[in-house]
């Protein structure tokens, strides 16, 4: 009985500590690629008629798809302990892909949303390399296809190679890394982006 009273004793002393350490953790930070605009925002003005470009999900490599914010140490994946992305990676480098080509392209609808027929384009990203390395080194390497929705036009086919080197001693300075090669492959698939899909 005394035994088993002390064990009790212990495990509540054991459950108070964990709860305290649990509490004395740092709060966890959530990060975007977007940033929020602080110009004036104009209202577009779409003719019934506007072009529609449907920016697909992007493609990247799946331990690279999660909330975790990683950098690389040669062969080794290392997860930030205290941020993570608010959205999987592939949803928040869509959202800002299409955010910046939408930039660019201000008479058509650019969605990364389902449309109710079918778009005038789709634009497919697919990131096959997408590397921030430890000694503050960054790496993507993507290729990208626009599909008309009429089949006599030509479909469209690039690919880019992109390196930036930056601060990576902060989540924050990693995410902003990532940010700038992001906005940077965005340019470039804006380039194959016809003017009046």
Known sequence: M????????CLALLSGCTLLSSCAAPPLRLYTL?????????????????????????VIPDYLDSQDIVLRNGEEILR???SRWATRLSLGITDLITNQIALHHPNELITDQPLSDAATLRVQVNISRL??????????????????????????RDRVHLAETGDVSTDAAVAALMRKLIIELANHVNQSVPPHA
């Open 2 to 9: 005394m035994l088993s009273l002390r064990r009790l004793s």
């Open 80 to 82: 930030s302990p205290k």
């Open 131 to 156: 590397d921030v390395d430890a000694n503050g080194s960054a790496v993507l390497d993507a290729n990208w296809a626009v599909l008309p929705q009429d089949p006599n036009k030509p479909l469209i």
């Open 34 to 58: 977007g940033m929020p605009s602080d110009q004036e925002a104009t209202q577009p003005h779409l003719s019934p008629r506007a072009s529609t470009i449907e920016i697909s999900r992007t």
